[in-house]
């Protein structure tokens, strides 16, 4: 099993270009999330999925849109990127709730907004 | 409304020696708890986690962590700290929400530093 990947790795943007980042896992997990982590301040939540076709808001959504139009597929996208959205990006996946309950990460994706 | 503190930024430690690395959370209800690890240019590693049962729980690589609810911790341990285990630390807290689909809320991270 490959677990969760992410692409691209690295991407550099200008102010106002789009972009997707791709996250797939084959773990068959219901549950997938979007992060972002900066310095000293850990990761916060961006958006989550709870099921195919499902999803939702997370701690600091604004800028952002997500697609799961596969279970195994979570899309991450900015419209119009900003030099504030200069970021790593990470994707994980869990099965559902209860003692099997565990987020397995991506390996993250850097993106410079310039 | 959950949150989880990490109170030190930095831990240094020299090899062969004791590593710990603190935890304190807020949560309503029974909390899920959770320790992970990351190396430089990499994503976070799942190191061990607390649902229920057992308040020392054992984990990857040689850590443990005990639970404390009274102390409302979750500390991370090793008795033998190893070089390789320098990394950024990250506890994690699971909302006990209804509605929380398993959201975590992440500490800051604490920076594990181990000489030779």
């Known amino acids: 099993n490959a677990g969760v990947t992410q692409t691209p790795k690295f991407r550099v943007l200008k102010t106002g270009q789009s972009m997707t980042l791709l996250c797939a896992q084959d773990?068959?997990?219901?549950?997938m999330y979007w992060y972002r982590q900066d310095p000293g301040m850990g990761l916060r939540l961006i958006h989550y999925?709870?099921?195919?076709?499902?999803?939702a808001k997370g701690e600091v959504p604004d800028g952002y849109n997500v697609s799961r139009l596969k279970k195994q597929n979570f899309l991450l996208g900015l419209e119009s990127a900003a030099p504030s959205q200069t970021s790593v990006y990470f994707c994980?996946?869990?099965?559902?709730?209860?003692?099997?309950?565990?987020?397995?990460f991506g390996p993250g994706t850097r993106l410079l907004v310039l | 409304a959950q949150s989880v503190a990490q109170p030190e930024d930095q831990v240094n430690v020299a090899e062969g020696n004791p590593l710990t690395v603190k935890c304190t959370y807020s949560?309503?209800?029974?909390?899920?708890l959770f320790w992970y690890v990351q190396y430089p240019n990499r994503g976070l590693q799942f190191l061990l986690k607390?649902?229920?049962?057992?308040?020392l729980v054992k984990g990857s690589y040689g850590f443990e962590a005990e639970f404390n609810k009274s102390q409302t911790s979750f500390h991370l341990k090793k008795p033998s700290a190893l070089v390789s285990d320098s990394a950024l630390y990250f506890c994690?807290?699971?909302?006990?929400?209804?509605?929380?689909?398993?959201?975590?809320?992440f500490g800051a991270g604490t920076q594990v530093v181990v000489t030779p």
């Open positions: 949560v309503s209800g029974n909390p899920y």
């Open positions: 607390y649902i229920t049962g057992d308040n």
């Open positions: 773990m068959n997990h219901e549950y």
């Open positions: 999925s709870v099921g195919e076709g499902t999803t």
């Open positions: 994980a996946s869990s099965p559902l709730q209860g003692r099997r309950e565990t987020q397995y």
């Open positions: 994690a807290v699971r909302d006990m929400s209804s509605d929380s689909w398993g959201k975590l809320q």
